[in-house]
C-alpha cells in the first residue's frame, strides 16, 4: 500500500431519500477500526456519531481487502434512506500505533516497512485534519509575539479567553463579580436647549465596565429644579405650629390632628409647591413674611379645605389657592348654622339660638314658600334676604341683628314681595312662608 491521496474525509455525502451506500473512495483504510462516520442535519449542522454495528443506528463496512478503499451501508439494515436534508461525513482516524517488531535476520521484508511508513503518514494527516478545525493566528500578523496563555497565572473559574490589551495575544480573564450597579449623584450640568448642546451625562458603572447615560436638563441656569423631594407623594402630618412638611416625603400633606393653630411652615426649598388637606379644623395665622395669606387675614379652615402654598424665599410661603371642600352649588361653604321653618309674626321679634359660640360673620334670611302663595311663588322656593335694615323701624319689611349666642328677627306690620306676573309689590299672607336662617361662623 502506498499514500497517493491526501484526502482525509468525504466531506458531507447527501442523502438522497433512496440510496444506502456512501463511498469513502480515495481514502485508503488500514483496518475497519480507522473507519469514522457521522450522521448530519444539513440545516442545523447538528452531528452525531455513528457506529459500525447491526440495526438502524449503525452502519456496516464493505472493503475488498485491508489496507484499500471502500463503502458504508447506512442504515445497515436499509430501511429508511437518509433524505436530502441529511449527509453522512466519512473520514479515517488511524489507531496512534506502531505494531511492527523489526528482527535481526537475514531477510529483508520491503512490504513490512511500507506499511509501518503508510501508517504514520495517515496519523500525520489526521492530526493534520485537526489541526485545520483550529483557531490560529494569521502567520503574517507580526504583532502576535506569544499566544501562551497567561504563563504561570492562576485559572479561574467561569473565565475566557480574550485578545489582551496590546493586541499581541490572548489571556485568560475572570467574569465580573456581578456586584450591583451604582449611578453617580452628580448634579447634572445645565444645558442650553437653543444652542443644540448634547447634554450632560452620568457613569452607570460596574467594576469591569461603564455605561454613559444621557441626561438633558431643558432649563436656564436660573430655574428652579424638581428635586426628588417634590414627588407628587400625599402623607399625613400631624398639624403643628411650626408645620414641617419635610418630615415625610411627598408634595401633597393631609393635616391631621395636633395644635389647631398654624404660624409658619419650616423650610422645603425655594421653589417647593405643597398641597395641604385639612382633616380638622385649623387657623393659618398671617404673617407679613413666614406666612402670607391674601388680605393679611387669617384662615379658619373646615374639614375637607385645600390650600396650596409655595416657598417664596426661605421658610417664606405664600398662600396662592384655597378650596373650600364643603361647598353648596360652587358657590358658598355648607351653613354652620341653619334653622328649621318658622312661622312669621308681624310687629313681633323672633329668636333662633346659633349655638356658634361668637357672633356669625354672615347671616342669610330665606323666606320660604310653604305653598303656592299669591305672588306666583312654589312650595318649598325661597326668596333670599341677605339681611334687613338694622336698627330701624320700617313700616313694610325686617330687620336682622345677631350676637354671641341669638340670631333676631322683627318684623314689621307686614312684609311686602313683588307678583312674578304683574311685578306690583303685595302684601304677603303670612301663612303662606316661613323664616329660615343660615348663619356662618
Not at 393679611?296 to 373650600?324: K, P
Request: aromatic share 8%; glycine share 8%; net charge negative.
Amino acid at each position: 500500500m502506498t499514500i497517493s491521496s491526501l484526502v482525509k474525509d468525504t466531506g458531507n455525502l447527501p442523502g438522497d431519500g433512496a440510496n444506502f451506500i456512501f463511498s469513502f473512495s480515495p481514502i485508503k483504510m488500514s483496518k475497519s477500526s480507522e473507519i469514522k462516520a457521522f450522521h448530519v442535519i444539513t440545516a442545523t449542522g447538528v452531528e452525531t456519531e455513528i457506529f459500525e454495528g447491526t440495526g438502524a443506528a449503525a452502519f456496516a463496512i464493505t472493503v475488498a481487502s485491508f489496507p484499500g478503499t471502500g463503502t458504508i451501508t447506512y442504515p445497515q439494515d436499509q430501511v429508511t434512506p437518509i433524505p436530502s436534508t441529511e449527509a453522512i461525513l466519512i473520514k479515517r482516524v488511524p489507531t496512534q500505533e506502531q505494531p511492527t517488531l523489526l528482527n535481526n535476520q537475514d531477510g529483508f521484508l520491503p512490504k513490512t516497512h511500507e506499511l509501518q511508513y503508510d501508517q504514520f503518514v495517515t496519523m500525520i494527516l489526521d492530526l493534520q485534519e485537526q489541526l485545520d478545525r483550529c483557531v490560529k493566528m494569521p502567520i503574517t500578523d507580526a504583532l502576535v509575539t506569544s499566544v501562551e496563555v497567561n504563563p504561570g497565572a492562576l485559572r479561574v473559574a467561569d473565565a475566557y479567553f480574550k485578545i489582551t490589551a496590546a493586541g499581541t495575544g490572548v489571556e485568560l480573564a475572570g467574569l465580573s463579580a456581578g456586584t450591583s450597579a451604582t449611578a453617580s449623584s452628580a448634579t447634572p450640568a445645565d444645558v442650553s436647549v437653543s444652542a443644540g448642546a448634547a447634554g450632560s451625562g452620568t457613569d452607570f458603572s460596574r467594576d469591569d465596565h461603564v455605561h454613559l447615560v444621557p441626561t438633558t436638563v431643558p432649563r436656564l441656569a436660573t430655574a428652579n429644579v424638581w428635586a426628588e423631594t417634590q414627588t407628587h407623594q400625599k402623607n399625613d402630618v400631624v398639624c403643628a405650629a411650626a408645620l414641617d412638611l419635610a418630615a415625610v416625603a411627598g408634595n401633597i400633606f393631609d393635616l391631621t390632628t395636633g395644635t389647631n393653630t398654624v404660624t409658619s411652615i419650616l423650610t422645603m426649598g425655594v421653589g417647593t409647591i405643597v398641597w395641604l388637606h385639612t382633616d380638622v379644623a385649623i387657623t393659618f395665622t398671617h404673617h407679613a413674611t413666614n406666612l402670607v395669606l391674601p388680605g393679611a387675614v387669617d384662615i379658619v379652615t373646615q374639614v375637607g379645605d385645600i390650600l396650596c402654598f409655595y416657598e417664596f424665599a426661605t421658610a417664606d410661603w405664600r398662600l396662592i389657592s384655597f378650596m373650600n371642600g364643603l361647598t353648596t352649588n360652587g358657590r358658598m361653604t355648607a351653613p354652620d348654622y341653619e334653622s328649621a321653618e318658622t312661622s312669621l309674626d308681624d310687629s313681633a321679634q323672633i329668636t333662633f339660638t346659633h349655638g356658634l359660640g361668637a357672633a356669625p360673620s354672615k347671616i342669610e334670611v330665606v323666606l320660604r314658600a310653604n305653598t303656592a302663595t299669591a305672588q306666583g311663588w312654589a312650595d318649598n322656593e325661597e326668596m333670599i334676604f341677605m339681611g334687613g335694615q338694622a336698627g330701624s323701624t320700617i313700616a313694610k319689611g325686617f330687620d336682622v341683628t345677631a350676637d354671641t349666642t341669638t340670631i333676631y328677627i322683627t318684623q314689621a306690620a307686614s312684609i311686602e314681595l313683588f307678583d312674578h306676573t304683574s311685578f306690583a309689590l303685595e302684601d304677603i299672607t303670612d301663612s303662606e312662608y316661613d323664616w329660615v336662617v343660615r348663619a356662618w361662623k
